[in-house]
């Protein structure tokens, strides 16, 4: 069989991977002159020699167990990251800050001031809310957005503010406000599928990057059909006829039996249809699939960094309303330079200093949204998938929950469906049951033993 696919990140190579081994003739059109997608490393000349930079995909969790055996399986190696999952979190319009890379720092600043500690105590509470707030859903109650679920469930006005924020800019690159209005049902399962609710899990949690880069890591990846690959090559059109589909790129037309778009967003994908022919059910679905612009800038001001002393792996300083994602990148890859870097994304208001800049580069993101959500859970991708010979992979399948271990499952899932076989990817390990329990536990003590009045202090 003769399959094309379009789009080189995660999803594609990992469908990519899988046909090319099962013996079937592949190719891989890429508009970019590297392939990675959202997982991109930048070089940089320092006195000391090159080093490599991640611009996005730094943190792989240990529970991407079917990526993990994808890269084992490939050869390709992970580097355990030094530090957990640290963030440090200021709000200067509300006068506060938050750290949580380790549970004492954590503890500690939940003494230090009101505000914090109100967060603190919510934090600890959240996975009780959210699981609570789940069953009710299932039993038929009405779904709610984000900011409405805050409300309901009483958190204080803190932590409402704060942990919209930390998901749109620690997690998704989305606008806060779209995440605000999303479905709570969606952001909750994000939070879940992430496993990053409570600070207690994330003493546990290991994290870690690809050894020696996104750029070596995919090169290894792609080691065994790199032949394939047709890089600068943007595909404009998708045509299904009753023989084949025909893609076209860079003016070449060429045949195949199958096709699967592996972009970044739902729209991407719906492009290259209304440029050939696509049906309106087509049209339909995967115009509900859409994504934002944002922009990543690589740099080296430390302006906005919480601590010029142990900076956490992300900074979030909201100011104004306006908030600043900054990863750490030297916390982040272990990178050993004196130099500090930082990536700085998301509606920021404020930008590092020019001559400081090293990189940027824009970028589309899966949106978590209403439309989106709805059409995921009523699987109404299942309805186009594969039909005319066009399938659908990428992040975005999943209502945006983009994350590289649910962008190499769609990619692998696309290729089995392709080939007319199953796949059912491996399960992870779940949160340890403990932290619901405590969780519970601080939720009851909120309630019945009077520190419903941490409100007031
Ligand atoms: C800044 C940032 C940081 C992130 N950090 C993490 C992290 O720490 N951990 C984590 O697990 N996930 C992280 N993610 C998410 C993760 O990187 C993505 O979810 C994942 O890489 C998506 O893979 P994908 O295959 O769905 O899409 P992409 O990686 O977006 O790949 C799509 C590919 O399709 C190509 N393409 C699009 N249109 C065309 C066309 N017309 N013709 C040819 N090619 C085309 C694109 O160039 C791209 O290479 C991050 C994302 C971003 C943006």
């Given at each position: 069989m003769k399959i094309a696919i379009v789009g080189?990140?995660?999803?594609?190579?990992?469908?990519?991977?899988?046909?090319?081994?099962?013996?079937?003739?592949?190719?891989?059109?890429?508009?970019?002159?590297?392939?990675?997608?959202?997982?991109?490393?930048?070089?940089?000349?320092?006195?000391?020699?090159?080093?490599?930079?991640?611009?996005?995909?730094?943190?792989?969790?240990?529970?991407?167990?079917?990526l993990f055996s994808f890269l084992e399986k490939k050869g390709a190696d992970l580097t355990q990251n030094s530090t957990n999952l640290s963030s440090y979190f200021q709000n200067e319009d509300m006068g506060f800050h938050i750290r949580t890379d380790d549970l004492k720092t954590f503890i500690i600043g939940a003494l230090s001031s009101s505000s914090t500690?109100?967060?603190?105590?919510?934090?600890?509470t959240l996975y009780a809310k959210s699981s609570h707030y789940l069953k009710r859903l299932e039993n038929g109650h009405q779904e709610l957005s984000y900011r409405a679920f805050f409300e309901k469930y009483e958190?204080?006005?803190?932590?409402?503010n704060f942990f919209p924020t930390i998901n749109a800019m620690l997690l998704l690159a989305n606008p806060v406000k779209s995440i605000e209005n999303a479905p709570a049902s969606a952001v909750l399962h994000y939070n879940d599928l992430m496993q990053l609710l409570t600070p207690i899990h994330k003493q546990l949690m290991k994290t870690y990057s690809f050894a020696g880069g996104a750029k070596q890591t995919y090169d290894i990846l792609i080691s065994s059909f790199k032949e394939k690959i047709k890089y600068n090559s943007a595909v404009d059109r998708v045509v299904s006829e009753t023989d084949g589909v025909v893609v076209s790129s860079n003016g070449i037309e060429q045949k195949y039996d199958k096709v699967i778009l592996a972009t970044s967003t739902g729209t991407q994908a719906?492009?290259?249809?209304?440029?050939?022919?696509?049906?309106?059910?087509?049209?339909?679905?995967?115009?509900?699939?859409?994504?934002?612009?944002n922009k990543l800038i690589l740099h080296t001001d430390d302006h906005f960094a919480a601590f010029s002393g142990k900076i956490e792996m992300y900074n979030i300083v909201q100011k104004n309303g306006i908030a600043l994602g900054k990863n750490y990148l030297n916390q982040i890859m272990n990178l050993s330079d004196s130099t500090n870097y930082y990536l700085s994304y998301g509606g920021m208001g404020v930008d590092p200093d020019e001559a400081k800049v090293l990189y940027t580069n824009d970028f589309e993101h899966p949106l978590i949204d209403?439309?989106?959500?709805?059409?995921?859970?009523?699987?109404?991708?299942?309805?186009i998938q594969g039909k005319r010979g066009i399938y659908y992979a990428g992040t975005w399948t999943n209502a945006g929950e983009g994350c590289h271990e649910k962008g190499y499952i769609s990619g692998r899932h696309a290729a089995a469906l392709v080939l007319g076989e199953q796949y059912?990817?491996?399960?992870?390990?779940?949160v340890p049951p403990i932290h619901y329990f405590l969780s519970r536990v601080f939720c009851r003590l909120k309630h019945f033993s009077g520190l419903d009045a941490l409100k007031n202090i």
């Open positions: 080189g990140g995660i999803s594609g190579v990992a469908a990519a991977d899988y046909l090319h081994s099962n013996g079937h003739d592949m190719t891989l059109y890429e508009k970019e002159s590297t392939v990675g997608g959202h997982a991109k490393s930048y070089t940089h000349q320092t006195p000391n020699g090159p080093i490599n930079i991640q611009l996005g995909t730094s943190v792989l969790l240990e529970h991407y167990v079917n500690r109100r967060i603190s105590w919510d934090f600890l958190f204080y006005p803190e932590f409402r719906l492009s290259m249809l209304a440029n050939g022919n696509m049906t309106d059910d087509e049209s339909q679905i995967l115009s509900n699939f859409s994504g934002c612009q209403r439309k989106q959500w709805t059409s995921f859970k009523k699987k109404a991708l299942n309805e059912e990817p491996l399960k992870p390990k779940r």
